[in-house]
């Protein structure tokens, strides 16, 4: 089936409370995310973020305009989230969004299994091209997130 994962950790500068309510609210995700996605948020705004939640947005990739729906499927506030893709580009979409309180701030970590469609060519594709591109939009987030939060430098965390 071709399932893949993604890992990255950040070491944010503000207190657990601040880290969860900062990402639990999906506004700040085109401000976290690179111009070139052409990111915008579909659902009514507010989103009241729960379990169970819809959240739709479009997105812009190679030039083809995309529709993606995830449904959170679990939430534990201010510790975690879970947001899955209900329809959308990928086979398979499961972002857990983790937060503990850290030494510097507040550890971000985020774990995402997916699975691209069409078999090998899904899995050229995601050698070629899809897991850059996933790599590169995370390093994005992490300077974005930088200079949200007081003009800090995020590193990644261990």
Known sequence: MGCYTLDCRVTAPVALQEAFEFFQNPSN???????????????????????????????????????????????????????????????????????????????VADHVDYVLPFGLAGRIVHRLLVRRQLEHIFAFRRQALGSIWSGATLRAAK
């Open 29 to 107: 995700l085109a401000r976290i995310t690179p111009p070139w996605l052409r990111l915008r948020i579909t659902s009514p705004q507010p989103v009241e973020m729960k379990l169970g939640a819809v959240i739709t947005y479009k997105i812009r990739w190679l030039g083809l305009r995309l529709s993606w729906k995830t449904v959170i499927t679990e939430y534990e506030p201010p510790f975690l989230f879970v947001d899955e893709q209900a329809a959308g580009p990928y086979r398979l979409w499961r972002h857990r969004h983790t937060f503990r309180p850290g030494i510097e701030g507040t550890v």
